[in-house]
């Protein structure tokens, strides 16, 4: 069958196609700059795969890459080389269903402001918004990802989406207006 190398090997590539998109996503919305976003995902991996044997199970392993990547970004944001860096990518993928070309127009208008707007929130705010909506993941979730508590992220989401909808009113007052 396979030997150890190649079972080793198959393992990672599991891994990389199980959570690669979603920790890139999730990184990308820390760093908001796409090399960056993928040299921290690859980080996240190689520590992940070298240390495999210290996962206890204590939650899914998603939540625990998660919560690697969530650190690895806190890193990155106190290293110095960010610190001398500034970011001026803006993107934010969605993904879209096959709608009109209207219906796709104005949704991408909608998704491009939203996700500037969720992009310009301070991180705190950010990241519990990215991991409810985004990734519905539950108020216990988060906690456990972000190590704070369940009154915490209820305060955040709460604090993030009244500044959301502050901002939201402010783009659509001004297209209107």
């Known amino acids: 069958m396979f030997n150890s ?15 690669g998109e979603a920790l890139m ?24 795969y070298e240390k495999i044997d210290d996962f206890r199970g204590e939650s899914s392993y998603q939540t625990y890459l998660y919560r690697m990547t ?27 269903q096959e709608n009109s070309v209207e219906t796709e127009m104005l949704s991408e208008t909608v998704h491009n402001v939203l996700g500037e707007e969720i992009l310009s929130l301070p991180l705190k705010y950010r ?9 519905e993941y539950s108020i216990n979730q988060i906690a456990n990802i972000l190590a704070i508590s369940t009154n915490t992220v209820k305060t955040r989401l709460r604090r ?3 500044k959301l ?8 007052g001004d297209r209107n207006g």
Do not use: G, P
């Not at 190398?5 to 959570?19: H, I, T």
């Open 70 to 96: 969530v650190n690895r970004c806190h890193d990155h944001f106190r290293s110095w080389s960010f610190r001398n860096l500034i970011f001026s990518d803006k993107n934010f993928n969605y993904k879209r």
């Open 25 to 48: 996503r999730l990184a990308f919305t820390y760093v908001k700059n796409r090399q960056v976003a993928e040299d921290i995902v690859q980080d996240v991996f190689i520590r992940a």
């Open 5 to 19: 190398e190649e079972k080793l090997k198959l393992d990672f590539e599991k891994m990389v196609d199980n959570y």
């Open 165 to 172: 909808k502050e901002k939201m009113s402010d783009k659509v």
């Open 127 to 135: 990241e519990v918004i990215v991991f409810h909506y985004y990734k």
């Open 160 to 162: 993030a989406k009244a």
